[in-house]
């Protein structure tokens, strides 16, 4: 990195695509040195950053996230928008592989001049990797992309920290022939502000208005998490691009209904808010851990807890009160 940040800032302003890559690898790492330069990158564009549709979306694998963005993602840029897509893939957090294996996913896409496809960040936790994504994104929207993508897979936490991360929620579903609701549980039932069943074609035509029809009752019991919106459940097939044009269409209703009220500013300010915090405590823990002094006493605290000897609580109040003691 010999660049400077703030010179990093106003060619990612402009629009220099390997500035943009390389400012995104700057966020991404975790050298002491590159967290700094990336907190002067941040500061100098986050003025410019907020100009998008920040999207989430999530699937279980084989759902057809990756054709589905492929497809939508090109038709908003025949729209004339540009799209940046991100991921959040929390198998890259525990075992450092990947579920979404970006490599040979939309592969138009990928190579599209408006288009920017960025795979998830390596990271040791969900944390680490979200807060990756996070950055990335206000670093896209300042280098003008203004619709944002991002994408996770529909196994564990990750669901709710792209929620948390982004405007409106997309939940992908396969036609299920069934009439359970696919084992998707309802606590990420509850955070899609569109639910859509992809594959609705060929001889999944009718499995697909099938589990649209349940998901509408199963939706109709919930709570939407929006005053002003109640979730649409939609059909489409990303393999014939059909019903791809109304999930835009939808897309744009939600942001302008939200818009409308307030409630899309009051949301990202209370993300903001909460991310602050979020920071607040990763920081405070990880300073916490590399402290030679607390190193000392984790092993024989962590054996008591482990042998059952000490109560967690006791043990975490330990070594924050030696934490406290510090200086
Ligand atoms: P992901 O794991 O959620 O990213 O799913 P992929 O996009 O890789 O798709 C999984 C499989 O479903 C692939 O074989 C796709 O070709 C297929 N698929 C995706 N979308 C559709 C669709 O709309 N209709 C049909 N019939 N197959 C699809």
Known sequence: MTDKPQSLAEQVRAG???????????????????RQQASILLESLIPYSGDSIRLGISGAPGAGKSTFIEVFG????????????????????????SILGDKTRMETLA????????????????????RRTRESMLVCEAAGFDIILVETVGVGQSETAVADMTDMFLLLLSPSGGDELQGIKRGIMELADLILVNKADGDQTAAAA????????????????????????MACSSLNNQGIEDVWS?????????????????????????WMWSETAASLIADL???????????????????????????AQRLIESYKKID
């Not at 390997?18 to 975790?30: C, G, P, Q």
């Open 250 to 274: 939808k897309v744009n209703e939600f942001s302008l209904a939200l818009s409308e009220k307030g409630e899309l500013a009051q949301l990202r300010a209370q993300q903001a808010k909460a």
């Open 111 to 130: 190579f599209a001049e408006k288009a920017f496809v960025r795979p998830s960040p390596a990271g040791r936790t969900l944390g680490g990797v979200t």
């Open 16 to 34: 220099d695509r390997r500035a943009l890559a390389k400012a995104i690898t700057l966020v991404e790492s975790t050298r002491e040195d590159h």
């Open 210 to 233: 099938q589990t649209q029809s349940d998901y509408r009752s199963a939706l109709h019991f919930m709570k939407s998490r929006f005053d002003h919106w109640q979730p649409p459940v």
């Open 74 to 97: 090109n038709h908003l840029i025949e729209q004339g928008h540009s799209v940046a897509v991100l991921a959040v893939d929390p198998s890259s957090a525990v075992t450092g592989g």
């Open 289 to 315: 851990k590399a402290n030679p002094e607390i190193k000392r006493l984790v092993p024989e605290l962590e054996a008591a807890v482990l042998k059952g000897t000490l109560p967690a609580t006791n043990a």
